[in-house]
């Protein structure tokens, strides 16, 4: 009973601060409504009577204003951007008919701050798209694993982007030693084992806002090395080095920022991480330098 009540309490904790953050994103003109934000529909008890991701943390919309909101403008607002999109370019839904030749594989956060395209000022049919919480690519998710041998041998994408973002939630609750319910602190582990890699450095940095953000930028680069681990990459990898020319597909690691709308290269050597790792990861002769310069 004790450790129910230690745990309500931590949760509840939790949940201030998260709120806090929340209202701190609306002041900034940022509407927190994404699941990477600190917002969620995942608040129910958990058998463990702990909390999920932020029941209370929302600090958006009240039930009233949810009940009111009005799901059938989407039907509405899509006539028009059907509309305009025909004005535009007559044969723009002919060409998206017909087949998909994305130049980019996007993993990213289901945070709705962060949609793909429109970051990107790119549109429909530009970027193939996966997205989970704290964008990550774990090997044992048949959904990732499945959407990334689709996009190389398939669509044979090009280049390859693993997008996070400042005041991530997944990355924030995992820094937070605290219980989050499963199935989410089994996704939320993944993060947790980032921190443990580079443990040294995230504790020398005295501002607990400051860990969040390089943890951010610590995780796009840990799971840019797991899209070159996965044995569909490295094949890709290898058929184009042998046809001698580039090689691809080209690894991105990016991270967004929502306070200000700017996407930038991670600032991190992607490219001598690899080169430390060859000796463990490698599935074919990749002693060719081509081959690790092949990241950004």
């Known amino acids: 009973m004790l450790g129910w009540k230690t745990a309500k309490i931590a949760s509840t904790r939790a949940g201030a601060e998260l709120a806090a953050c929340a209202r701190r994103g609306m002041a900034a003109g940022v509407i927190p409504q994404g699941l990477g934000r600190h917002t969620t529909h995942m608040g129910s008890a958990s058998p463990s009577g702990v909390r999920g991701f932020h029941q209370t943390a929302m600090g958006r919309d009240t039930d009233k204003e949810k009940a009111e909101w009005d799901f059938d403008q989407i039907f509405r607002k899509n006539r028009v951007w059907v509309s305009t999109k025909r004005e535009q370019d007559s044969d723009f839904f002919k060409r998206l008919a017909n087949t998909q030749h994305p130049k980019i594989l996007w ?31 774990v090997g044992t998710d048949a959904n990732a694993m499945s959407v990334i041998q689709y996009a190389v041998d398939f669509l044979q994408v090009p280049h390859i982007v693993v997008c996070g973002h400042y005041d991530c939630g997944g990355v924030r609750a995992a820094l937070r030693n605290m219980n989050h319910g499963s199935p989410l602190e089994n996704w939320l582990r993944n993060i947790r084992d980032v921190w443990r890699l580079h443990r040294e450095e995230l504790k020398q940095i005295p501002s607990q806002e400051a860990r969040v953000r390089r943890l951010v930028e610590l995780n796009v680069a840990e799971q840019c090395l797991n899209i070159y681990k996965s044995a569909p990459v490295q094949k890709r990898r290898w058929d184009t080095k042998l046809k001698g020319g580039r090689v691809f597909p080209i690894i991105h690691g990016v991270v967004y920022d929502p306070a200000n709308g700017e996407l930038n290269r991670v600032p991190i050597d992607i490219h001598q991480k690899v080169g430390e790792l060859r000796e463990c990861y490698d599935l074919y002769d990749f002693d060719s330098p081509d081959l690790h310069e092949s990241f950004n």
């Open 107 to 137: 993993i990213g956060c289901s945070d709705a701050r962060v949609p793909a395209n429109t970051i990107c000022g790119l549109t429909s049919g530009d970027v193939f798209v996966q997205r989970n919480i704290a964008n990550m690519v």
